[in-house]
């Protein structure tokens, strides 16, 4: 059995990595749904039957666990999947068998709260606001998920997502770095011109991002916190096995890539991002 890390692409490789840190012993199969990346400008029917055909495919390959390593299928496809297809798929496989995203953690990570924490409204006038911007995909922005989520449990954090389509097809092409400046500063421009000045933090919310985080450090103002999903899946998972024994992880070390797009090596650019080339299998 195995840890199943799932993406439209190579960014979800950027929560892979921590994940694989914290694990070090257990097993991980990582399948990239190269063929339809990437996920941000698909309708929402098809993110679905894509995530869900992603999933069942890692659970072939030995997940018991399936982290969507990807913003827009999580915000689009994961309750869906675990409300009407997770139950059955429980019942078909005969073992404890789910499916996880990565945007709880990511909101618990902003707010500092946990997921089932609600505030109180009390109607007292908030006095000092902070503000919080959101680099994602548009149908992540669309969804709006970051907003309404955050609004739930903290007044005086006020969210503004900046859609930023196509950042994250350059980026699993392997886009020149002097390229990627280029988009991601005029994203942090209109971000800033929208709000009417930087914002207070940021979160790359889309795994793409992570691996030019580097290039959004350097067009925000210095010193302006990021934060980073890798390391918030990472704490989030660890809480989530102590409560949750039942699933068998193995503990060979076991580390299988998979592609449904062309197998072999990856961009130059994911090489540098790894710390070595990577090559995928086909799926």
């Avoid at 840190?21 to 990239?32: E, G, H, M, N, T």
């Avoid at 797009?261 to 130059?268: E, R």
């Amino acid at each position: 059995m195995a840890i199943g890390v799932f993406d439209s692409g190579v960014g979800g490789l950027t929560v892979h990595r921590e994940l694989t840190r914290r694990f070090a012993d257990r097993d991980f199969v990582y399948l990239a749904d190269q063929a339809h990346a990437p996920y941000g400008g698909l309708g929402g029917e098809a993110i679905v039957d894509l995530t869900r055909a992603g999933c069942e495919r890692l659970f072939d390959a030995g997940a018991s666990v399936v982290v969507l390593a990807c913003n827009t299928a999580s915000a689009i496809a994961l309750r869906r999947l675990q409300q009407t297809w997770i139950p059955a798929e429980r019942r078909r496989r005969g073992h404890a068998v789910n499916v996880l995203g990565i945007i709880v953690p990511t909101i618990e990570a902003a707010t500092g709260l946990p997921w089932t924490y609600e505030a109180e409204r009390a109607g007292d006038k908030v006095e000092a606001i902070d503000v919080i911007g959101v680099f994602c995909t548009a149908a992540t922005a669309i969804s709006r998920v970051y907003e309404i989520e955050i609004d739930k449990r903290r007044e005086d954090l006020a969210v503004f997502s900046e859609p930023c389509p196509g950042l994250a097809g350059l980026i699993e092409l392997g886009a020149p770095a002097e390229e990627l400046k280029v988009v991601v500063g005029d994203h942090v421009d209109a971000l800033r011109r929208r709000i009417g000045r930087h914002p207070d933090k940021a979160i790359l919310g889309c795994t793409h991002y992570e691996i030019v985080a580097d290039i959004f450090a350097q067009a925000l103002p210095p010193g302006t916190p990021v934060i980073h999903q890798p390391q918030a899946v990472s704490d989030s998972l660890a809480r989530y096995f102590e409560r949750h024994p039942e699933f068998d992880l193995g503990s060979s070390g076991r580390r299988d890539f998979l592609t449904t797009g062309q197998p072999g090596a990856q961009s130059d650019l994911v090489a540098q991002f790894w710390g070595a080339p990577l090559t995928f299998d086909a799926a």
